[in-house]
């Protein structure tokens, strides 16, 4: 990570370092993925969900912009989930992650706004957002396949959980 590119948040960093070592998480089940290896998961995310005026020209080279990400998300996504953190508190959130987004054990990503991009199974990685001692503000969950998305804002208070290809419109909690 460039420490000079000024939008790492080295606090949600810390903050889930010291989460994953509190809850004795294994290396094995939830990591910091590859410093060699996150540009491309990066780029990958913002092609893959965000709308990108410059889509053609690529990202450029420097660090991938993932802050404020969900303002611009692609329109052809289908939101398949909605839940309102005012309406169902933080806990229900999470556990609205194990309904609908994905199964237990499947492997995920975890981007923050920040730009710290994790790799973990889902299970771990949301015991990991349940536990953190300071506000995510936002983050992304992504399959591995690059196929879901969840969104969490603490602006809005929201959690949706959008797919590639068609859907019947979201369900509230």
Sequence with gaps: MNPKSGYKQPEIRKAIADTVKRLGISGARFREYSKTGY???????????????????????????????????????????????????????LRELFRKFAPESSPVYL????????????????????NLTTDPEEFYLVTTDFKKLAVYCADGELLQIFRTGPSDGPEGC
Excluded at 53 to 69: H, L, S
């Design 39 to 93: 540009r491309r998961i990066l780029t990958r995310f913002l092609y893959a969900f965000v709308r990108c005026p410059d889509r053609q020209k690529g990202i450029p080279d420097g660090e991938p912009r993932v802050a404020f990400a969900w303002t611009g998300l692609r329109p052809d996504l289908d939101m398949i989930h909605s839940v309102s953190e005012r309406d169902c508190g933080f806990d229900s959130l």
């Design 111 to 130: 981007i923050t706004g920040a730009g710290w991009v994790y790799f973990g199974f889902l299970d771990e990685t949301v015991a990991v957002l349940g």
